[in-house]
């Protein structure tokens, strides 16, 4: 249970949202972060000790600039784009984020048709920042958080991406479709009162 996690690595217990990603240190029972950008970055200076492995740098020093230029307007635009149109309490709020929202797709997909990967031919970090929020959005933001103007499958170079991505050592094992959109549509109250969990697309659409 996340919440009790927070509550033993907390003193006094945890006071607020119990968010994941969350990295805890077990000798000193204390949270270490649950900021996913934070985690991402910690995570890519671990070396592996296992034979075999081999360590990729997700934050190359000659692509720090572009990383970090890309991850601004993904984050503010699609990663939590689809939340304030799934969030918005008024019409102007959620058209402003909407049209953020489905300029960045189209701006990522034009960054697609020229490149492998966003940021050149390599994999990086702003390729694992966007990867879970394209790789839910056709069955969960699409319809539950009225992201309806286009679905990823509408952009050929995102989707392509969405597939190479998916396809890439180690990925899918780590991905369940099934259980993420079960989790959004009944654990959402205040947008999915009824709990009702639609249709999905099937993992072989993803390739």
């Known amino acids: 249970d996340l919440r009790e996690v927070y509550d033993n690595a907390v003193k006094g217990g945890f006071r607020g949202r119990c968010t994941a990603p969350l990295v805890v240190d077990k000798r000193r029972k204390e949270v270490v972060s649950n900021e996913s950008s934070d985690l991402v970055r910690m995570l890519n200076k671990v070396k592996s000790s296992k034979e075999g492995v081999r360590d990729i ?37 959620y058209d402003k984020a909407e049209a953020g929202l489905f300029d960045a797709l189209k701006r990522a997909d034009g960054i697609l048709a020229q490149s492998r990967f966003l940021c050149g031919d390599k994999f990086t970090e702003a390729d694992l920042r966007l990867f879970p929020t394209i790789f839910r959005f056709d069955s969960v933001y699409h319809i539950l958080f009225r992201c309806s103007r286009s679905r990823i499958s509408d952009y050929p170079h995102l989707f392509a991406w969405l597939g190479d991505v998916y396809a890439l050592p180690g990925v899918a094992k780590t991905c369940d479709l099934e259980a993420t959109t079960e989790s959004y549509y009944t654990q959402l109250f205040p947008v999915n009162p009824g709990g009702i969990v639609a249709a999905r697309p099937s993992d072989a659409a993803l390739g």
Request: with cysteine.
């Open 57 to 93: 740098d997700l934050y190359p020093e000659g692509l720090r600039e572009l990383i970090d230029e890309t991850n601004q307007w993904v984050y503010r635009d699609i990663n939590n784009g689809v939340y304030r149109c799934g969030f918005s309490t008024t019409q102007a709020a």
